[in-house]
Every structure is written in C-alpha cells, then in structure tokens.
C-alpha cells in the first residue's frame, strides 16, 4: 500500500484487453469531497478486499471470488488489493480458488512509502496513538518477508516486482513491461505523459526526525537483503533512504 499500486492499476486498465469489472460502477457514483468517502470511491473499482475479512487460511468456494471477474471474451480482469501480500492467510487462499493468477507487486522506497501510509491514516485515522500507526508501517514495509510467503504459495515465473521509482521514470517501458508479464499486446496502448499525474487524494507526510529515519532503515536492512536475494532485479540505488546501508544480495 502507498506504493503507487492505484496510479498504476488506472494506466493499466487503459489497455483495451485489460478491463476493470467494477469501474463502471464505482464511477457512476457522485463524486465526494470527504476524504474517507473520495478515498472508498477511487479504490471500489480496483480493491475488492475480499480476503482481507478472514484472519485464517478457509476453504471457500472458488466460484464465490470468481463472481467479481466477468468481462468479455479475449480480455483479462482481475483487482489489485494491496493489503493481500500483508496478510499470511492470503497467498495460500488465493492459491486455492486461483492457481494461475498472474500476481503483481508494485514497491517503493521503504522510507518514503512510511512517510505516506502516515499521512493517509493521520487524515483517515485522526486519533490512532502514532506508536500503533508507525508499528504497523513498520510491518507492511518488510517487502522481503511477504514476498517470500507469495514464494511459498506461487512459482516465481507468475509474480512480476516492479518498482515506483521506475515506472515514474520510464511509464511507457514499465507497461510494456507489465502488459507482456500480463499476455496482452503490448503495442495496442501506451500510456502518455500524462501517466505521472497522481490518482486519488493527497495527503500531508509526517516529519521523522533523523534518529528515527536512521533507526527504520537500520531496523528493515535485513528484511532487504532478503528481498535482494530472491529479488536480485530490485535496484536499491533507486532507494536513496537504504542505499547507504551494508546490503547483500547472495
């Protein structure tokens, strides 16, 4: 989460093969200028949470996930829940009712995307204690962990790592990149220059102070050098907030 994952599912969903079952919905609601319900609507069309309720692997009925995904013939659909690669009862669920789901992970700089997902649950969440908020950021940013548990339910091959810092940059190469991960043709859209403009609501980052800042990315290093040892792709000069720590990636 705060990693950019709806800015990219918005460029996506442009390709004509790549359809979004409930963004017709979500648009035809009015347009609201409360943070919390502007926030619902942007993400209706792209989050469907539905994993998120359990809190245990359960078995379930795979047509009852199925459902959300009707679309015509010769397109693809799916949904982007960033909060599925957190969860540890996710991946193996998934598994169960959709083996051959093409998985997509979208990662930021770990200190940045802490200064963000605090900024959104200060707006949404004004009076969680900061010591919770910042415990649980700290949790969501051990990139290498949840990745290695997706490792454990799907093969390497139907998971694609991307990183916000590329795609901001090279939006045209990173599609191309995404849509023949993804099995569409890549040449039958490409995102402009208005792919950088940011989707959704924007909200003030905290401050954290250097002591702070220098003890998160000392505190995440080994969770890192996890990730660069299954993911040795990620390019951590592309992080200037871990760059400078003792990194290995064999």
């Given at each position: 989460?705060?990693?950019?994952?709806?800015?990219?599912?918005?460029l996506l969903t442009g390709?004509?093969?790549?359809?979004?079952?409930?963004?017709?919905?979500?648009?035809?609601?009015?347009?609201?200028?409360?943070?919390?319900?502007?926030?619902?609507?942007i993400y209706r069309a792209?989050?469907?949470?539905?994993?998120?309720?359990?809190?245990?692997?359960?078995?379930?009925?795979?047509?009852?996930?199925?459902?959300?995904?009707?679309?015509?013939?010769?397109?693809?659909?799916?949904?982007?829940?960033?909060?599925?690669?957190?969860?540890?009862?996710?991946?193996?669920?998934?598994?169960?009712?959709?083996?051959?789901?093409?998985?997509?992970?979208?990662?930021?700089?770990?200190?940045?995307?802490?200064?963000?997902?605090?900024?959104?649950?200060?707006?949404?969440?004004?009076?969680?204690?900061?010591?919770?908020?910042?415990?649980?950021?700290?949790?969501?940013?051990?990139?290498?962990?949840?990745?290695?548990?997706?490792?454990?339910?799907?093969?390497?091959?139907?998971?694609?790592?991307?990183?916000?810092?590329?795609?901001?940059?090279?939006?045209?190469?990173?599609?191309?990149?995404?849509?023949?991960?993804?099995?569409?043709?890549?040449?039958?859209?490409?995102?402009?220059l208005a792919a950088r403009?940011?989707?959704?609501?924007?909200?003030?980052?905290?401050?954290?102070?250097?002591?702070?800042?220098?003890?998160?990315?000392?505190?995440?290093?080994?969770?890192?050098?996890?990730?660069?040892?299954?993911?040795?792709?990620?390019?951590?000069?592309?992080?200037?907030?871990?760059?400078?720590?003792?990194?290995?990636?064999?």
């Open positions: 989460m705060k990693s950019g994952t709806t800015w990219w599912w918005t390709h004509p093969a790549i359809v979004s079952p409930r963004e017709a919905q979500a648009a035809a609601q009015p347009r609201s200028h409360d943070p919390r319900t502007q926030q619902r609507q792209k989050e469907i949470d539905f994993f998120n309720h359990f809190g245990a692997v359960e078995d379930i009925n795979p047509a009852d996930y199925h459902r959300y995904f009707p679309r015509p013939d010769h397109t693809i659909a799916g949904e982007w829940t960033p909060r599925y690669i957190y969860d540890w009862w996710t991946p193996p669920m998934l598994k169960a009712v959709a083996a051959q789901a093409k998985l997509l992970v979208l990662l930021r700089d770990p200190l940045e995307r802490l200064a963000s997902a605090l900024g959104f649950h200060r707006a949404l969440s004004p009076h969680q204690h900061p010591a919770t908020a910042i415990n649980h950021q700290f949790h969501h940013a051990l990139y290498g962990q949840q990745l290695h548990r997706l490792q454990d339910s799907f093969p390497r091959e139907q998971i694609l790592v991307l990183q916000y810092e590329q795609c901001v940059a090279d939006p045209q190469g990173q599609a191309r990149r995404t849509f023949e991960f993804l099995g569409v043709e890549p040449e039958a859209w490409q995102p402009d403009r940011q989707v959704g609501p924007s909200f003030p980052k905290p401050e954290l102070n250097q002591a702070t800042r220098e003890a998160f990315c000392r505190a995440i290093a080994p969770d890192i050098t996890q990730l660069l040892r299954d993911f040795p792709e990620i390019d951590t000069t592309l992080w200037p907030s871990i760059d400078h720590l003792p990194l290995r990636c064999c």
